[in-house]
């Protein structure tokens, strides 16, 4: 979802629905992303599949660019997707395409292959694009098949993935209310390509069998016209998401049926004063294999309602938002949960601004959320949900000197029943090549500055660094002593930097590089640390017409290793070539 770019008038309004799912119903949940990995997407562009590469077989967090949101309120939409985690530096052709006016086309295809076997498609069409109806399918692909080896480890495995999505979009407009449909499958399959030390023991109980993730997923909604006074929003959602193993090959995964409900009532007053009210009903229940069920942990069923009342006001130069998120977790244990809902910014010169946000947000991690974030995951563990009582944000947004941004920001983020993913013991040190779960009160302080400069049409220049100081308390990992705590997996300072050039009208370079330092594993009650994610990349695309155009990536000119999760390996070197397609 896109935050930053919210602009009025029914031209954009479907694109400004979909801004708030995570920001007003979930209260701004940071998923540490800064570009999202929407895989439910919408056909609002001829081609815009902001999906995982082939060549990034999982993902790492990085921290979300701050956003500065103009009011009134915005409205949720039932079909919004989760938002995983993803790592430093998503390779998305697709927006390697010259940019194609809505109107021209009706339909995209992609199609990308490479080294590791990594293809990359996509497919989508707009069946129906007026001003009263919106009907558009798509199709997604992603797949590799490659052997890579562990620099933690030194060890070779053969990593599989073959990931597909399709779904089809429905939108009816009507003179008071807009009814909108939407369903979609996904398929992914995968095998545990995790690997450990030869000195160490080990057993991997998967053999040659691949793991299978399956989700249907189906949504319903209504909402009024965007019109002065009285505003409504009603959507009902149902996903069923399962696993085809558990502990291993030999037991069957689990079910998971989830439930939802968003409703948002609102109404303007005095010109510039909207006041309103937010529910969001979740609830999870799950379906246990018969036999071995006694291996499955923390799959109980659980119900939440979060309540988020809030106040917007606009100025001539500021805007304020003001509101208060109310969470009742009705699981084991019933437990209440607030946290703020307080957004401000204001113009303090020329095309200068200054934010400030103090948010929080409750999360009940979901079997098929955590899918999304680290699908090598125990099969036979449920994640505890988790709660972020506080996350602020104070910067500044310039754009005052000619051709030249910045955006200058320091935050605090705390979160307790924080999850961060370790190696799987079985028992007295014998490992499996699973990933586990330990849990911290984390505590995050983080400071960054992102730079962007352009110079006429010919090159753009942009340089984002972050730095991360992570602590904890209460921090657990059962059946073990742990050291002192770590931020697992997750990088103490992030650098982006990227130069696009673009030397002729049809032709376009891009070289961007991503450094994440200051990992860490948890690995026989010891802290080890794990090699920064250090790559280099080149993009190109040339584009012969308003129709085709063909791409080339480069990826890890370094030819540096690193592991994405400690034993999990990240492929090395990788090219692919592939051809867009807009009709």
């Known amino acids: 979802m896109n935050t930053n770019r919210i602009k009025l008038g029914v031209k954009s309004f479907c694109m400004l629905a979909l801004t708030v799912a995570s920001t007003q119903v979930h209260a701004q949940q940071d998923t540490a992303t800064v570009k999202s990995v929407n895989r439910e997407m919408t056909l609002e562009r001829e081609y815009d599949p902001t999906v995982q590469d082939a060549s990034k077989i999982n993902t790492l967090p990085v921290v979300k660019e701050p956003s500065v949101r103009k009011m009134p309120i915005n409205y949720a939409n039932f079909a919004s997707a989760v938002e995983p985690k993803n790592e430093l530096n998503l390779l998305s052709s697709g927006d390697l395409m010259t940019p194609i006016a809505f109107s021209d086309k009706r339909g995209y295809f992609n199609f990308g292959i490479g080294t590791y076997l990594n293809i990359n498609g996509d497919l989508g069409y707009h069946i129906l694009n007026t001003e009263k109806d919106k009907l558009g399918i798509y199709f997604s692909h992603r797949s590799t098949n490659g052997e890579i080896e562990s620099v933690q480890t030194g060890i070779d495995s053969k990593a599989k993935l073959n990931d597909n999505l399709g779904g089809i979009n429905y939108k ?16 992914t399959s995968y095998n545990y390509y995790g690997s450990f030390p030869s000195d160490r023991p080990a057993q991997t109980p998967w053999g040659d069998k691949n793991q299978v993730n399956k989700q249907f997923f189906i949504a319903a909604g209504v909402e009024s016209a965007r019109e002065e006074g009285f505003n409504y929003l009603l959507d009902l959602d149902y996903r069923n998401f399962s696993r085809k193993y558990g502990a291993d090959s030999i037991i069957d995964g689990i079910k998971e049926h989830a439930i939802g409900m968003k409703l948002d009532l609102n109404a303007s007053f005095a010109g510039d004063n909207t006041v309103g009210l937010q529910i969001l009903a979740e609830n999870l229940s799950y379906t246990l294999p018969t036999e071995g069920k006694e291996f499955f942990h923390n799959f109980d069923s659980r119900s939440a309602i979060t309540l988020n009342p809030y106040f917007a006001k606009q100025g001539v ?18 437990k209440l949960f607030a946290s703020p809902n307080i957004k401000f910014d204001a113009t303090i010169a020329d095309a200068t601004v200054f934010y400030a946000n103090l948010l929080g947000d409750a999360k009940l991690n979901s079997a098929y959320q955590m899918s999304l974030e680290n699908r090598y995951i125990n099969p036979a563990v449920g994640v505890n949900a988790s709660r972020t009582w506080m996350d602020a944000i104070i910067g500044i947004k310039s754009g005052i ?14 979160t307790d029943e924080d999850h961060f993913y370790v190696p799987h013991i079985i028992s007295n040190g014998v490992y499996d090549n699973t990933i586990d779960l330990t849990y911290a009160n984390s505590r995050k302080f983080f400071a960054g500055v992102n730079l962007k400069y352009s110079y006429q049409q010919l090159f753009n220049i942009s340089l984002k660094g972050v730095y991360n100081g992570w602590s904890a308390t209460d921090s657990e990992l059962i059946g073990a002593v742990l050291p002192p705590f770590k931020a697992y997996n997750r990088p103490s300072f992030e ?14 370079f891009l070289v961007d590089y ?25 993009k190109g695309t040339y584009t012969f017409n308003k129709t085709i155009g063909v791409y080339a990536h480069l990826n890890n000119l370094l030819f540096q290793k690193y592991d994405l999760y400690y034993g999990y390996a990240s492929q090395g070197f990788n090219a692919m070539a592939g051809v867009n397609i807009n009709f």
């Open 495 to 508: 650098l982006n930097a990227g130069v696009e050039v673009n030397p002729m009208k049809n032709l376009s």
């Open 172 to 187: 009816h407009e009507f003179d008071a209310l807009a009814l909108k449909l939407a369903t979609n499958y996904g398929y």
């Open 401 to 414: 000197a000619p051709s030249f941004w910045f955006d200058v920001f320091a935050g605090y983020k705390a």
């Open 514 to 538: 991503n450094l994440g330092a200051g990992r860490y594993a948890l690995l026989e009650g010891k802290n080890i640390s794990m090699n920064n994610i250090n790559e280099l990349n080149l």
């Open 317 to 334: 130069n500021w805007n304020l938002l003001i509101g208060a998120n109310v969470m009742i977790d009705m699981g084991t244990d019933t």
